[in-house]
């Protein structure tokens, strides 16, 4: 809402041309708004409204902007304005944005870097994407055991503003990661005090090659502000701070939740992705999980004969597909999210199977009891479908429960298996679970209604 | 596995009664990591254990642990080891502990805190649930716009250990929050420099009404590493740091992600549910969406004579349901994730419309001329089930098509119909709108069958 109006009073100033209001508005503003605002802005008024902005704050918002806005920008730039965006931009930024920009605005950045930066980013470039090393930045404080505080705040104060953080600085021997200082430790200390006797040699670290997710997922365990990334020889080579971890998180979220409701994963925004893009994610599940139906067609064509004798059984086809894909959803989805969270590891395998048996008998006996009084009552009295018997809704019931079993363990234990065989649980939710529950129940169906039904 | 190993060792040394071993390695550990092999060990083990802690450690552990260890721990204590941890805990985590504990142990712990923080606990304890109130902490760095950055640093030096961050400090006048000012700020300015200087006066705050979720949100599109709370006259009553805000926002992940499978949501680990719990979470869905699967049955049974006369049409009845099922499916979780991120509002509900029926065409041609193929070639000629007539297959393909748009109509409108009255998106995922496409698409399936077929 307060977005909305923010524009709005922009573009109406904007259009007025009253650009001394305008500027002193927008010169107010924080980096993440002016983002937002130029996001929703129009071709040529993206690059006039940047233009408008203090110089550090255009960089600043520059970084949060989406990357067709970014490139639609650059290709506006003039080259002293991409270097001083460029060179305000923090390494880890750059790299990102690089990746995103096709290669002739990728050539021109280059071109307005300085050689050292130049090599950095294509240090940095190398490393494989969502690894550490992709996401780290190179600009952190590095102090020496034999330092003072004071001699260490002396060079805080005249590094500190180009690094991406100053609250936690790393202390090195010969490039190797010995220990971490905080900014609190270095406040709380007396001037004299040498950094070796304050650092905190326990350091929490994770390797270049690690994935994203693992440096989020042990930033946020240990509650830290930045994690160093160091090499195969324990030489710090950079760090990730929180605020990319966070955004590390939430992009591994809506990953998980796609791969759950089989979508291919995409990093765009919906409102950004094109109709054909968005169409490609979503066929090939749409086609695979079709062609899988075949098996559940070919069991019911195998009973055929048996259904034309008793069609009343063919009303309860959906509700007991449903009720099993519903049973077996529930159950492998919150697998799925306790391995990602950690909760639950392979070795609990056999504890979450015994847990489900048990959940789902509680569960099938219940939804049994609540379906047979309703198929006797609603069904047969109040609708007067006299052809369902009690013979009927016993094998519908029966089958419930079955269902309901098979559902919840197959649900809780494929995305263990996938795990353990190194697929991504993920892919292992509700669609992809709910196929192979249709046919299992569906053959529960018949077996039992041929058996009790005698037909 | 690194934990496992660690667990072992731990236990194995605790086992041999090598305590003063134990109790270096232990020593060594960080917080987290011990709050693992503590939440890990038996009954009687947890205590004995957390006794040979260190005692910083062992509060620090001590937040970390889940509430169940917790309350053991406390029943174990004695007033005077409970008096020392309570000390300790930043306010927020004694707040949180208080909501987890039963009544006889909050009255210990409240009887074992000075007049001081017993008060501020119990103002934190009055904010509802799930607001910013209830999440934030009251221990943050405040400055007089009057102070000089030197006196600015004499504070920090002095309170810096018992507040939750020194990193951001906020500026107030009359309670009133009016500035923030960084340490990096404060440490790049020279001793002499007035804080109303250099502070920010375009703070980004909450209100201690908001949601949590807005907390966390707002802290993240901002890059805070901690965001103030300010009442109804803008005076500021605590802050939330970052570490919270990333707890939030996983929460908030896992609550949406459970909705989306029918479960009602549980803040505790899976292995920590009871089976009853579990089971109470999972049956009200399956028991409602069961139910509703009333009418699917409904329209079979009216079209029970027409399926007689063709029973080859019920052996596609599974995939189309299924088809429309994941594609109603993709477009719901993937609006409902864009919702929840931000990334569309109410506003956008035309061009999501108009987006997802483009996506539905084509989709839909995709599938029925692939299921076309499929079925004469496949079904027909190779299983040689002579029953599929092209006419037959003409219908499949046709519902197909209405299936699939339609799926994708109900699944991106829902979630922004259920946000614009005001209920959670997250509840229109798959499997309601399985429980409402299924019911459409057998519709169609037999209107379009009872027009081509001539039944």
Redesign the interface.
């Known amino acids: 809402m307060e977005q909305?109006s923010l524009f709005d009073v922009v573009m109406t100033l904007y259009r007025q041309r009253k650009m001394a209001e305008l500027k002193s508005i927008l010169a107010?503003?924080?980096p993440?708004d002016v983002a937002n605002i130029i996001e929703r802005a129009d071709g040529r008024d993206v690059i006039a409204l940047f233009r408008l902005l203090p110089k550090e704050l255009a960089t600043e918002a520059f970084a949060y902007i989406d990357s067709e806005q970014q490139e639609q920008l650059i290709l506006a730039f003039t080259d002293r304005e991409l270097r001083e965006v460029i060179d305000e931009l923090f390494l880890d930024d750059t790299v990102d944005l690089i990746e995103e920009m096709p290669a002739s605005i990728v050539n021109r950045i280059l071109k307005n870097t300085d050689p050292v930066t130049r090599a950095q980013i294509n240090e940095l470039l190398a490393y494989p994407a969502d690894s550490a090393g992709s996401l780290m930045t190179p600009e952190y404080v590095y102090l020496k055991t034999t330092m003072t505080v004071e001699e260490s705040?002396a060079k805080?104060?005249a590094v500190?503003?180009v690094k991406e953080t100053?609250?936690t600085c790393y202390v090195t021997e010969e490039r190797k990661l010995v220990g971490v200082v905080s900014?609190?430790d270095l406040?709380?200390s007396s001037y004299e005090t040498v950094i070796g006797d304050i650092m905190d040699t326990?350091v929490?670290s994770v390797h270049t090659k690690d994935d994203k997710e693992v440096v989020a997922s042990t930033l946020?365990?240990?509650?830290l502000?930045a994690i160093p990334v160091v090499d195969g020889e324990n030489r710090i080579v950079g760090i990730v701070t929180?605020?990319d971890?966070?955004?590390v998180?939430?992009d591994e979220?809506?990953e998980?939740?796609?791969k759950?409701?089989?979508?291919v994963p995409t990093d765009k925004?919906?409102?950004k992705t094109g109709?054909?893009e968005?169409?490609l994610k979503?066929?090939p599940?749409?086609?695979l999980?079709?062609?899988s139906?075949?098996f559940?067609?070919?069991i019911?064509?195998g009973f055929?004969d048996k259904?034309?004798a008793s069609?009343?059984l063919?009303?309860?086809?959906?509700?007991l597909?449903?009720?099993g894909?519903?049973?077996g959803?529930?159950a492998?989805?919150?697998?799925i999210?306790?391995l990602s969270?950690g909760?639950?590891s392979l070795?609990?395998v056999w504890?979450?199977i015994w847990?489900e048996m048990?959940?789902a008998v509680?569960?099938g006996v219940?939804?049994a009891a609540?379906?047979f009084g309703?198929m006797m009552l609603?069904?047969r009295l109040i609708?007067g479908?006299t052809g369902i018997t009690a013979a009927v809704a016993l094998v519908v019931c029966l089958t419930l429960m079955v269902a309901?079993f098979i559902a919840k363990i197959i649900g809780c234990s494929l995305p263990i298996l996938a795990k353990a065989v190194g697929f991504d649980p993920a892919v292992m939710?509700?669609?992809f679970i709910?196929?192979i529950v249709?046919a299992v129940s569906?053959l529960a169906y018949f077996l039992i209604a041929q058996s009790l039904l005698h037909i």
């Open positions: 909305t107010q503003l924080n993440a705040f805080i104060r500190g503003v100053i609250y900014m609190l406040l709380t326990n929490i946020a365990k240990y509650d502000l929180v605020d971890a966070i955004d998180i939430q979220n809506t998980d939740i796609e759950m409701a089989a979508i925004p919906y409102l109709v054909i968005t169409f979503r066929i599940w749409l086609l999980l079709m062609v139906a075949t559940t067609g070919m019911i064509t055929e259904l034309a069609v009343v063919t009303a309860f086809i959906p509700m597909m449903d009720t894909g519903n049973a959803g529930q492998s989805v919150t697998i999210r306790g969270l909760d639950i070795r609990d504890s979450v847990k048990r959940v509680i569960c219940c939804l609540v379906n309703k609603v069904d609708l479908n309901v939710a509700s669609p709910t196929t249709d569906l």
